[in-house]
């Protein structure tokens, strides 16, 4: 084979070699041109919906306040303090008028304006308020996540995301709420995690529960400007490369019966299951309190996954929403944080009654989504929990089987990847987006 193979229609061969998970000095590199160039989900629209609202979004070494002033408009800054360089703010979000410097007092309002400096008379260059108010980056308010850019030469978030925008509005993210938000300490590179979910190649070795659920040797992947990519993934339904069984499998069980199906009625038709999801919860759904209008029938039943460069991965069903995110580490490639946002779709009703983040329990709730992977009570706000990676591995702590599963293989990858014996990535065709994603990176990191 030449170098100028291809992996597939459209995405040209170029070489992944291990310096970019490994190097110090390649992660140095990335901090101009890669997180100081790109659009970032900062974090959860709902945490920033009322005036004082804040919540801190931290990207190792930086620290970034997204902060709903009183005035009603969304403020991105440099959670640094003016003064001697402080972190401002050290908490994870919340509500607050004024943010006061935890060293000497500087307060700063909630539109990032200097308005109190104690002893402002000993300053005896004076306190030129203008240049002295938080630094500020772009913001933007989309798909229920708040998005920051560093760079205001950037192209527009809209350029930015292109088609990926009109594609998951139908999904109404804007219209769910979060109920799990965690994060994972992996020791690995924030890229290594990030490929994980390029590819599905890794899914009948490790995710032996989805064969019943998921067909993914028939899944269909898609790439887009800016390093984004898409996959399909037919659901209610078994991989297509194994027998069909005669009864439907017990990973499907829980959402029929909630649409009032009964398992036994497909004995030795099996595959006509997903066909009759999507009709029943075009049915019932009004009644069940969810609005499908804007979804395709295939929407009702399958799932799709947006990743979206350089580190979200969005995953997407009628009624709930992941939005998984790494984040590096300050000062070791071989460390990066992995977020998880569970949120989910409020009924209509709520949304009626304009409730924001009081949700009720999710075993009173209608649950017509895959439900592989539920484990949050989901009454509140839920806190924010951040655990190390042996956390998971004892079994304390769980970001769902299927994640837990990731995180189990993702360490060994990376201390494979620091041996000499490895060089670079081999990919297959089922690993065109992890290529496509890298071709992208190297753009952002040879500009
Ligand atoms: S560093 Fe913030 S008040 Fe001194
Ligand atoms: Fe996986």
Not at 121 to 138: C, D, S
Not at 187 to 196: L, S
Request: aromatic share 10%; with cysteine; charged share 30%.
């Amino acid at each position: 084979m030449s170098e100028a193979r291809i992996l597939s229609d459209q995405v040209p061969y170029s070489r992944i070699t291990a310096e970019r998970y490994v190097s110090r000095d390649y992660m140095e590199r990335e901090r101009e041109r890669l997180w100081g160039k790109a659009w970032l989900v900062a974090g959860c629209a709902q945490d920033v919906a009322d005036p004082g609202d804040f919540f801190v979004f931290d990207l190792e070494p930086e620290s970034i306040l997204v902060s709903r002033s009183e005035a009603g408009e969304l403020r991105a800054f440099f959670n640094v303090c003016q003064h001697r360089g402080a972190r401002l703010v050290g908490s994870d979000l919340g509500s607050m008028e004024k943010y006061t410097c935890p060293y000497h007092g500087w307060t700063y309002n909630n539109d990032g304006s200097l308005c109190h400096v104690p002893d402002k008379n000993r300053f005896n260059r004076g306190i030129p308020e203008e240049q002295l108010k938080l630094p500020e980056l772009r913001v933007a308010d989309w798909g229920g996540m708040i998005w920051v850019c560093m760079d205001d030469q950037a192209p527009s978030l809209e350029e930015f995301l292109g088609p990926i925008i009109e594609m998951i509005e139908p999904f109404r993210p804007h219209d769910m709420r979060l109920v799990e938000d965690q994060t994972c300490r992996l020791e690995c590179n924030w890229k290594a995690v990030f490929d994980n979910f390029g590819e599905l190649y890794h899914v009948e070795h490790i995710h032996p529960q989805h064969e019943l659920i998921f067909d993914c040797p028939t899944s269909t992947a898609e790439h887009f400007d800016y390093g984004h990519t898409r996959v399909l993934i037919d659901g209610f339904t078994v991989n297509s490369r194994l027998p069909i069984p005669d009864e439907v499998p017990p990973t499907q069980w829980a959402q029929m019966e909630t649409l009032g199906m009964d398992k036994d009625d497909y004995q030795g038709r099996v595959l006509d299951v997903r066909r009759d999801i999507q009709i029943k919860k075009r049915e019932l759904g009004p009644a069940l309190g969810y609005n499908y209008d804007l979804l395709s029938d295939e929407q009702l039943s399958d799932i799709v996954q947006y990743n979206v460069f350089p580190n979200a991965v969005l995953v997407l069903q009628p009624e709930e929403f992941w939005i998984l995110r790494s984040r590096p580490h300050a000062t070791d490639p071989n460390k990066c944080y992995w977020d998880k946002f569970a949120l989910r779709m409020l009924p209509d009703v709520e949304l009626q009654k304009g409730a924001k983040v009081e949700f009720p329990p999710l075993q009173n709730r209608a649950n017509v989504s895959f439900n592989l992977d539920q484990n949050s009570d989901g009454t509140i706000r839920p806190e924010h929990d951040e655990f190390d990676q042996e956390a998971i591995i004892a079994g304390e702590k769980t970001m769902t089987i299927t994640l837990d599963q990731d995180i189990h293989l993702i360490r060994d990858v990376q201390k494979g990847m620091q041996s000499r014996g490895f060089r670079e990535a081999w990919l297959n065709e089922d690993e065109s987006r992890v290529q496509h994603y890298h071709t992208w990176i190297d753009r952002y990191m040879e500009d």
